[in-house]
């Protein structure tokens, strides 16, 4: 069972993630790399470490970090003889890029603890001051593993974020989760920023920014966030954001050609071929609720069988215990 929850880092997410399981009654233990959080984060129930020794001594069961990824070497090299003292800790974190992740925490030499995890919540602000608890309303966790990894650190990280934090999870490994954040988060980043430099970029931009209204908005939000930070993230996956820039490229050339070429067909084509993910958003948004079941998990094989789950549109949502888990099965594409 996770009684205590070690967050390093209170930042936007590290901060409400702390906000959230302190308001739910989970003691929480924090560290950040500058102690300006700390007056409002302990009147908000967090115990706030002054380094990384007092966060362990404090005995987490789990411990985040939501520190940015390039401070996870340096992070990961104080924590790692820590560990070593306290070895039923688990690690996880909650970066949008995987595969990096896990290799820092190889390099680190401390895979055997490690669970990766992305909880898909964030807005375009930043710091401990954008912090909020509802944040991760609804949310849905993406949980990283491999087939070394161990079934009881797994569900460490389980049974803190459906537990405690109050949310779902699918469980993925880092390859099929980096080319999922790609296509619905890193390369949207990019084709957002890319529609603002165009705006910019004309000569009757101040026209256009008057008249903007709701699909500008919404379409744009995210290009809104700290510039270094969506650079930062886009670097972190470059090999499966290029693959789909490329590929956004070509439809938007093709769509040109065929506007150029007034072939109605494939213009018609080109706005119908979506309609599976139209016909998906509105049965999520005209459903009242969702269909629960329980699935058993395998003792092998059982990070393959979460996969398929994932797959069929299922999510965790709770457990009955240590083998049973309790499933919402919503709409799929």
């Not at 070690?6 to 901060?15: E, F, S």
């Not at 302190?22 to 950040?32: I, L």
């Amino acid at each position: 069972m996770v009684d205590t929850v070690g967050v390093v880092g209170l930042g936007l997410i590290g901060g409400s993630l702390a906000r959230r399981l302190a308001a739910g009654g989970t003691r929480v233990v924090a560290w950040n790399h500058r102690p300006h959080p700390y007056a409002q984060a302990e009147a908000d129930g967090i115990v706030c470490a002054r380094d990384l020794r007092e966060l362990m001594d404090a005995a987490p069961d789990v411990v985040v970090l939501c520190n940015p990824l390039k401070a996870m070497p340096s992070v990961l090299a104080a924590l790692a003889p820590l560990l070593a003292q306290n070895p039923r800790v688990t690690l996880t974190d909650v970066g949008s890029v995987k595969g990096v992740v896990r290799e820092q925490v190889r390099e680190a030499g401390l895979e055997a603890c490690y669970v990766g995890a992305h909880p898909m919540a964030g807005n375009e602000l930043s710091g401990w001051s954008a912090a909020d608890a509802h944040l991760f309303d609804d949310a849905l966790w993406a949980v990283t593993v491999e087939e070394d990894t161990e079934y009881r650190r797994f569900f460490d990280v389980a049974s803190m974020i459906t537990q405690h934090v109050g949310n779902r999870l699918i469980v993925l490994d880092d390859e099929t989760h980096d080319k999922a954040a790609a296509m619905i988060s890193h390369m949207p980043h990019v084709v957002s920023t890319a529609l603002i430099n165009e705006l910019t970029a004309n000569p009757d931009r101040n026209i256009a920014a008057a008249l903007s209204a709701g699909c500008w908005r919404d379409m744009t939000r995210v290009a809104l966030t700290d510039p270094d930070r969506t650079r930062a993230m886009v670097e972190e996956d470059a090999v499966n954001v290029e693959v789909l820039l490329r590929r956004m490229a070509a439809r938007l050339t093709d769509m040109a050609d065929w506007l150029h070429d007034a072939d109605a067909s494939q213009v018609r084509g080109f706005f119908a071929e979506g309609d599976p993910f139209r016909r998906y958003k509105s049965a999520i948004a005209h459903s009242d609720s969702f269909a629960n079941r329980e699935l058993e998990i395998p003792e092998s094989g059982w990070q393959q069988a979460l996969l398929f789950s994932a797959r069929r549109g299922e999510a965790i949502i709770g457990f009955v215990h240590l083998r049973q888990a309790i499933i919402q099965v919503r709409p799929s594409v």
